[in-house]
């Protein structure tokens, strides 16, 4: 169970099979869950309030309790796919960059670790289809409507594109540093000020603004409907 609030944050579960949702007094139920064994990563990574096994009377036990709390109300039960509807996130990577803010990137002799990874959707969809699954848990990712894609995650993934590493939450890429170093903290402040978005520049200086929200965990059903969706379209 968890806050309705939070309705969003389903999107990362869309894959877990067996999986219903349910929305009543502010709160969001989840069914389908193993009572045993360990859960999916994503479904452990939910902000839960609270999490029960139920039996066949409807009762209520708080994990690792034997004693019913509650009786489970009754709910409009949606499989997890219609009751969070795919959005394709191709609003991640959108034209927000305008050139308002346009600064100099310079080649900077600078070897830091690379955190992302910017790819093409044909390029992912086919390392991810074959990739161990360890590979993808790691991984974050977003796709513009170009079928431009954005990894984030460590290990990235041994495929072709353009590396980027973090500095003060901005993205830049492999080989490339702020001709200013304080110009690093100052865009954070002014392009971020919510901390809400990951910033990804390109070498000429211009950027875009991701919203963290429209960066998804990577699963393989995940990708295989991110491509599914554009080859719909």
């Given at each position: 169970?968890?806050?309705?609030?939070?309705?969003?944050?389903l999107?990362?579960?869309?894959?877990?099979?067996?999986?219903?949702?349910?929305?009543?007094?502010?709160?969001?139920?989840?069914?389908?869950?193993?009572?045993?064994?360990?859960?999916?990563?994503?479904?452990?990574?939910?902000?839960?309030?609270?999490?029960?096994?139920?039996d066949?009377?409807?009762r209520?036990?708080?994990?690792?309790?034997?004693?019913?709390?509650a009786?489970?109300?009754?709910?409009?039960?949606?499989?997890?796919?219609?009751?969070?509807?795919?959005?394709?996130?191709?609003?991640?990577?959108?034209?927000?960059?305008?050139?308002?803010?346009?600064?100099?990137?310079?080649p900077?002799?600078?070897?830091?670790?690379?955190?992302?990874?910017?790819?093409?959707?044909?390029?992912?969809?086919?390392?991810?289809?074959?990739?161990p699954?360890?590979?993808?848990?790691?991984?974050?990712?977003?796709?513009?409507?170009?079928?431009?894609?954005?990894?984030?995650?460590?290990?990235?993934?041994?495929?072709?594109?353009?590396?980027?590493?973090?500095?003060?939450?901005?993205?830049?890429?492999?080989?490339?540093?702020?001709?200013?170093?304080?110009?690093?903290?100052?865009?954070?402040?002014?392009?971020?000020?919510?901390?809400?978005?990951?910033?990804l520049?390109?070498?000429?200086?211009?950027?875009?603004?991701?919203?963290?929200?429209?960066v998804?965990?990577?699963?393989?059903?995940?990708?295989?409907?991110?491509a599914?969706?554009?080859?719909?379209?």
């Amino acid at each position: 169970m968890l806050a309705a609030s939070y309705r969003e944050v389903l999107g990362g579960v869309r894959a877990v099979p067996g999986l219903q949702a349910a929305e009543a007094a502010g709160e969001l139920w989840l069914r389908g869950l193993p009572a045993t064994g360990e859960l999916p990563l994503a479904v452990r990574a939910l902000p839960a309030t609270a999490a029960y096994v139920l039996d066949a009377q409807g009762r209520l036990f708080p994990s690792g309790s034997r004693t019913p709390t509650a009786q489970l109300p009754a709910l409009a039960w949606q499989p997890i796919r219609a009751f969070v509807p795919l959005e394709l996130p191709t609003a991640a990577l959108p034209a927000q960059g305008a050139p308002r803010y346009r600064v100099r990137l310079v080649p900077s002799a600078r070897a830091e670790a690379g955190t992302a990874l910017l790819t093409t959707l044909a390029v992912w969809h086919e390392y991810a289809e074959t990739a161990p699954a360890i590979r993808l848990e790691s991984l974050h990712f977003a796709v513009a409507a170009d079928q431009r894609v954005l990894l984030q995650g460590s290990p990235l993934p041994p495929i072709p594109g353009q590396e980027h590493w973090l500095r003060e939450g901005l993205l830049l890429p492999a080989g490339f540093d702020f001709e200013a170093p304080l110009l690093a903290p100052m865009l954070a402040r002014q392009l971020n000020a919510h901390a809400d978005a990951v910033l990804l520049f390109a070498a000429d200086g211009s950027w875009e603004r991701i919203l963290k929200e429209n960066v998804l965990p990577v699963t393989r059903s995940a990708v295989r409907l991110t491509a599914k969706g554009f080859r719909d379209e």
